[in-house]
């Protein structure tokens, strides 16, 4: 490419005025990759039109004037969206913003392009933090609180971008205009963001999660030889969050290498972490911060392992039905030992795994014809 080629800011594809400019339905490509196809009045935008960025998000609406006016829809690369309000090219007003799988992830409102006032942040896992943001948009503030995913437990209080400081336990609760508002519970605990390490469990290690008590207790279990359990305090519908699995973070090479015998309590978080609960933080009276360590397995479970952003421990995982339970019925879950390395011993577990996979087997085996 040649110097003459280097200097030129914008190649246009269509309709030009008198004067050289894009007048019509146009397609024009700028020096950053960037392009816009739609329509224009003697170079500038004018009526609907949508940018193609050079990272693959878009953007599309209606323009006056060269500034996009009204309600605009931005496209992420990975296929999030949002939609909003524009007032001359700037997001101004209401804008609700949704994940590439179409879940709502935020809800408020926008001022030059930040986010201000009373904003909803949604978790994938049915969490979601509400507050007043502050002047960078950020959920930062004396009076914020994060929302269980039953949409009435709740932690009010200090946060910073979105991470508890001091909170308290709250009721949600809304006024006559349906804005919502934060019943404090009288002589609540504190809580605070509390993230485990390699080493250190909680700091708090004996104070209950207040949505997690509602809905489980730990009791002998109902399963030969399996010691202690996880119970339904309530019934619960399918698709319930019932309790949370926190532990120290330990690394997927240190829990490969050691015996199976110290591996009881650990699952996988992701490609890196491995969260444990080691003894003696296996027993309530040590750790009760999180009961979800205490489920056991089954081949045909009525409750299954997620992802959960918790509000003190951070990243975790959760425990949620996946049947209708019933008051004190046992949640079981399946462990998930890794059957695609099955040899000839078996799955890559522990033996009472195997003997119980080896039973499992021989039940779901078709009867031999006679």
């Known amino acids: 490419?040649?110097?003459?080629?280097?200097?030129?800011?914008?190649?246009?594809?269509?309709?030009?005025?008198?004067?050289?400019?894009?007048?019509?339905?146009?397609?024009?490509?700028?020096?950053?990759?960037?392009?816009?196809?739609?329509?224009?009045?003697?170079?500038?935008?004018?009526?609907?039109?949508?940018f193609f960025f050079f990272d693959g998000s878009t953007l599309e609406g209606f323009y006056v004037d060269d500034g996009l006016q009204g309600q605009g829809l931005y496209t992420h690369e990975d296929g999030g969206v949002l939609h909003g309000?524009?007032?001359?090219?700037?997001?101004?007003?209401?804008?609700?913003?949704?994940?590439?799988?179409?879940?709502?992830?935020?809800?408020?409102?926008?001022?030059?392009?930040?986010?201000?006032?009373?904003?909803?942040?949604?978790?994938?896992?049915g969490g979601c933090v509400f507050g007043r943001v502050n002047e960078d948009g950020e959920?930062?503030?004396?009076?914020?609180?994060?929302?269980?995913?039953?949409?009435?437990?709740?932690?009010?209080?200090?946060?910073?971008?979105?991470?508890?400081?001091?909170?308290?336990?709250?009721?949600?609760?809304s006024n006559q205009t349906g804005a919502p508002r934060f019943q404090i519970t009288l002589n609540s605990p504190v809580y605070s963001y509390d993230k485990s390490t390699s080493t250190c469990i909680a700091t708090h290690a004996l104070l209950p999660d207040p949505y997690e008590?509602?809905?489980?207790?730990?009791?002998?279990?109902?399963?030969?030889?399996?010691?202690?359990?996880?119970?339904?305090?309530?019934?619960?519908?399918?698709?319930?969050?019932?309790?949370?699995?926190?532990?120290?973070r330990i690394t997927h090479s240190e829990v490969d290498s050691r015996d199976w015998a110290l591996n009881g309590n650990t699952i996988s978080l992701d490609d890196d972490t491995v969260i444990d609960v080691p003894q003696p933080f296996d027993q309530t009276e040590r750790?009760?911060?999180?009961?979800?360590?205490?489920?056991?397995?089954?081949?045909?479970?009525?409750c299954q392992y997620e992802p959960f952003v918790h509000p003190r421990f951070g990243p975790i995982k959760c425990i949620r039905t996946l049947s209708a339970v019933q008051k004190d019925e046992e949640l079981t879950v399946a462990y998930g030992y890794d059957h695609e390395s099955t040899a000839?011993?078996?799955?890559?577990?522990?033996?009472?795994?195997k003997q119980e996979f080896e039973v499992f087997q021989q039940r779901q085996a078709p009867p031999v014809s006679q």
Not at 344 to 351: F, I, V, Y
């Open 1 to 50: 490419m040649d110097s003459e080629d280097e200097s030129v800011e914008e190649v246009v594809e269509g309709p030009l005025d008198e004067d050289g400019q894009p007048h019509g339905f146009c397609t024009v490509t700028y020096s950053s990759s960037d392009r816009f196809e739609g329509h224009f009045t003697h170079g500038e935008k004018n009526g609907k039109g949508k």
């Open 85 to 125: 309000t524009y007032v001359d090219g700037e997001l101004n007003g209401p804008a609700q913003e949704l994940d590439g799988d179409g879940r709502l992830v935020f809800k408020g409102q926008y001022k030059d392009n930040i986010r201000c006032g009373e904003c909803w942040i949604y978790y994938p896992d």
């Open 139 to 173: 959920m930062t503030g004396n009076s914020i609180a994060y929302i269980y995913p039953d949409g009435c437990t709740a932690l009010y209080g200090s946060f910073v971008d979105g991470e508890i400081i001091e909170a308290r336990l709250a009721t949600l609760i």
């Open 213 to 248: 008590s509602q809905r489980v207790f730990v009791a002998d279990s109902l399963i030969k030889g399996a010691g202690q359990g996880l119970f339904a305090k309530a019934a619960a519908e399918p698709g319930t969050v019932m309790a949370f699995y926190n532990g120290v």
């Open 287 to 302: 750790y009760c911060a999180s009961l979800g360590h205490k489920a056991n397995h089954s081949f045909t479970p009525n």
């Open 344 to 353: 000839k011993n078996g799955p890559e577990a522990p033996d009472w795994y």
